[in-house]
């Protein structure tokens, strides 16, 4: 009899214990496959880990986010399959075959970009016109270009694959390549913290503004209902406005 009473006394103790403890569930992963300024310049700077950051200071329903780096050709793979195990942070839905917003529950957008083309002044380019072939356009290994594929392959210039944005705005200005297709804010973000006064032109290349939205898979549908409002209010928000305008 003891026995029955000590054992019900310490599940009950346990139950109350874990009631009282942050539950697991509470842990969200933030994915994202971004590794360049100004999206994520370390662990705690950069526009990702910033606004990760932020919506930990609002405490939404006890939710924990943890920003987490994947390699892009993974992300794809897990999306497809239905395996992610977290959200992702400054999608778009075009990227990942959603344009209709059916497969993934989609926020509002966080931020807005753009693709350019950059060359140099002493030898510029423009999208649409005519140029000589064999230039070398240098370009992100991995990334499509709509429109832009198309206009680099009717021209026959020679794509120059980088690991990163700005890697190829580094061979822009060494001279190694013609001119590079970056995004808008990479672009600008570079020109800045490399304090580059000049020598280069920037023009705004066509197709729809990157807008940087959440993906959240439908089996987190409680996450979405608590994370979608707080992006909506994002631009009444003078303190993320500050944080913005850092990047």
Request: hydrophobic content about 45%.
């Amino acid at each position: 009899m003891r026995w029955r009473y000590w054992r019900q006394w310490v599940l009950a103790c346990l139950l109350s214990l874990s009631a009282a403890l942050p539950a697991d569930a509470a842990r969200v992963t933030v994915y994202t496959n971004a590794t360049v300024a100004p999206l994520v310049i370390d662990e705690k700077t950069g526009l990702y880990p910033e606004l990760v950051a932020y919506l930990n200071q609002l405490k939404l329903d006890g939710l924990d986010f943890h920003l987490a780096t994947m390699p892009r050709k993974r992300l794809q793979a897990e999306l497809e399959k239905g395996t992610l195990d977290g959200i992702v942070i400054g999608m778009m839905p075009q990227w990942v075959g959603d344009g209709a917003q059916e497969k993934f529950l989609w926020t509002e957008p966080f931020a807005h970009d753009a693709f350019v083309l950059v060359s140099r002044d002493t030898n510029p380019f423009f999208f649409g016109q005519p140029s000589a072939p064999n230039a070398r356009v240098g370009v992100t290994l991995g990334y499509v270009y709509p429109g832009v594929d198309d206009w680099i392959e009717q021209n026959r210039f020679v794509r120059d694959n980088a690991a990163t944005e700005e890697r190829n705005l580094d061979k822009l200005l060494l001279g190694r390549v013609d001119m590079v297709v970056v995004t808008d804010s990479v672009f600008r973000y570079y020109m800045r913290v490399h304090r580059v006064q000049g020598g280069v032109i920037s023009e705004a290349l066509p197709g729809k503004p990157s807008d940087r939205r959440f993906l959240v898979p439908k089996s987190m549908r409680g996450v979405y209902e608590q994370l979608a409002p707080a992006i909506r209010k994002l631009g009444e928000d003078p303190r993320w406005k500050v944080i913005q305008s850092r990047y």
